[in-house]
């Protein structure tokens, strides 16, 4: 599990989320013949003020965890806790006036905004389902246009009529205009070529510590989240594989995976580029549906393949490694983790 | 501007082995629009050198892909292309469509980003090399599905024998990308275009596909061109860059001359603009504003209006590639010398969100905090 740093409140906490989608035979009767494990078993938390970051390739289930911790889709098992209440069971209602404080803003700036509102009405549409309009609604969508770097006389305009990056902002003013405790970043800049990219990402650093704003920032991009994020959890079929502040995690990643998805990064400088030592994966992702005995990750493990012995893989097949911390300075879910420095 | 322009790379340079295979000289491409025309390329030259690899970069709309694909002639009949592509001692767009044909695939060989629509769905990879075999050679139907199994070997993937009679939804994005690679190297081309081979790609399949790419060309000895808008694919990859914006290039050099002594302010705001993995986390400095449309573009430098080194002089014309700090290094800028020696965030402001709307924000969710809470 990974916790807040010491003197940082917590403001959510998720507890051995489980989220089981289920795969249906054909015909009529759609028996249950199995279940994709997107996420199984993971728990942390978020701090006040504080980014964490999800970080993991395609299907490792990142994106789900999100839209879980939301209640955007319900959990099979577990808990999200946030102020004493468990999200995963609360009524509708009650969600609906929580939803002002957990706001999302999605990876596609293209899908998420709809094409037939003017700009002031998508940032308004928040505070009129919550009834907040009439008391000033119309300066505040200014303000927050201006906060986002749009000017507020663009107003009238349509989302298409944007650039990718001005969409982007669009979509934060949006999951501003409640005053949010929590943004979950899903992809936030994925989209964006890297020059646009980085004043997204600027603005956000901004928003954050002048409205004191917690995120749970998604990507698959590891250089995005070593800047921006506080702590960091990476995620393989589902589970997080290891977890610490990004310090920390860059500077012995112990983990084969984390190790291998590190070293797998090209860096932006052609001699330390070239001359670095690469960790390889072997083969494909396995099916969640269908995930390997044991360590998750063993199928594709270059440690598992090359250094270790045929008694030592035995307890990578038969045991599911546990994410505690095994003396590495942080929890890792290997048996025989090992930091290194790779950078 | 007339001066002497020497496209050849830098003696010494890193993978430079032998004479010049591909030419490209004043490439123009314009597509017509409702607005006007569209002027995606506008005068690009390059000189490609046996076993290098040159590698193209650019953001979205830079006119990288648009230049490959008139190179290939794969552009739509609209697109008007001038210039000319010198290729074993002939001009590629003056060739007949059926010369043309016996070029692509055989001498030349394109790599596009994704593979599920670049392979065929309804027949096995093996057939599909095969095909790409005996499209170019007189060879029988046995000996190229021989050669289809060898191809697929080399791009290590694994039981190659029972792999070439799977269909391409069958295999992972990774495993359909070597696929296309084994195609691309099946004629033993002299050139290789690769188009963000791994744009499409998880990380760790990005790594495992450029080392089936360096493979490939190695084995061919092919010069390659590899489009990409990531700057460390280009890094690990590129012996020489060439950095567009706005239809032309504004950079080239090798890799070490554009990322450790950029000359343009737009390669040095590139990159000024990444998260880099390898430090801890500094400020990034944005470059302002967007890139110009390329209809109806105003005269002077199409970088201009997001440049801090701006001045009127730029705005009255757009300036032409010119040697700087070597005679393979060159950059579009009246001012590439002020950059000697600074980092981008000597040259570009990290952008400051509006502090005082900010702040009139956090105020007021001060008080409206406590007013919503009055009213719950």
Known sequence: ?343 | MAEEIDLSPAPGARGVRGDVVLEVSGLDVTFPSADGPVRAVRGVDYALHRGEVLGIVGESGSGKSVTSMAVMRLLPNTAQVKGSVRFDGRDLLTLSEVEMTRVRGSRIAMIFQDPMTSLNPVYTVGAQIAEAVRAHHDVSKQAATERAVELLDKVRIPNAKDRASSYPHELSGGMRQRVVIAIAMANDPDVIIADEPTTALDVTVQAQILEALAAAQDETGAAMVLITHDLGVIAGQADRVMVMYAGKPVEVGTAEDVFYTPRMPYTLGLLGSLPRLDRPSERLTPIPGAPPSVVNMPPGCPFGPRCPKHTARCDESEPELRVTTGPGHLAACHYAETLAGQEATDVFASEVADHEALAGLAAAAEGAGTDGEARA
């Open chain 1, 1 to 343: 599990m990974t916790t807040v740093e010491q003197g940082t409140r917590t403001l959510l906490s998720v507890r051995n989320v489980v989220k089981h989608f289920p795969i249906r035979s054909k015909g009529l009767i759609r028996r249950q013949i199995g279940a994709v494990q997107a996420v199984s078993d993971v728990s942390f938390d978020i701090g006040e003020g504080e980014t964490l970051g999800l970080v993991g390739e395609s299907g490792c289930g990142k994106s789900t965890t999100a839209r879980v911790v939301l209640n955007l889709l319900p959990a099979t098992s577990g808990e999200v806790l946030y102020k004493g209440q468990d999200l995963t069971k609360i009524g509708r209602g009650e969600m609906r006036g929580l939803r002002r404080e957990l706001q999302i803003v999605f990876q596609d700036p293209y899908a998420s905004l709809d094409p037939r509102l003017p700009v002031n009405e998508i940032i308004a549409e928040p505070l009129r389902i919550h009834g907040l309009y009439s008391d000033g609604g119309r300066d505040r969508v200014r303000r927050l246009m201006q906060t986002v770097g749009l000017k507020p006389e663009h107003g009238n305009r349509y989302a298409h009529e944007f650039s990718g990056g001005q969409r982007q902002r669009i979509g934060i003013a949006r999951a501003l205009a409640l005053r949010p405790k929590l943004l979950v970043l899903d992809e936030p800049v994925s989209a964006l070529d890297v020059s646009i990219q980085a004043g997204v990402l600027n603005l956000l650093d901004e928003l954050q510590s002048e409205l004191d704003l917690s995120y749970l920032f998604v990507s698959h991009d590891l250089s995005v989240v070593r800047h921006i994020a506080d702590r960091i959890a990476v995620m393989y079929l589902g589970s997080i594989v290891e977890t610490g502040t990004a310090e920390e995690l860059f500077a012995g990643p112990a983990h084969p995976y984390t190790q291998a998805l590190i070293s797998a990064i090209p860096l932006p400088d052609p001699r330390k580029e070239r001359a670095r030592e690469r960790i390889t994966v072997v083969g494909d992702l396995p099916s969640p549906a269908n995930p390997p005995s044991g360590c998750r990750f063993r199928t594709r493990c270059p440690k598992f393949a090359n250094e270790l012995s045929d008694a030592e893989r035995t307890r990578c097949v038969e045991e599911p490694p546990a994410l505690v911390e095994r003396g590495q300075g942080h929890p890792v879910s290997c048996h025989y983790a090992e930091r290194r420095a790779l950078l």
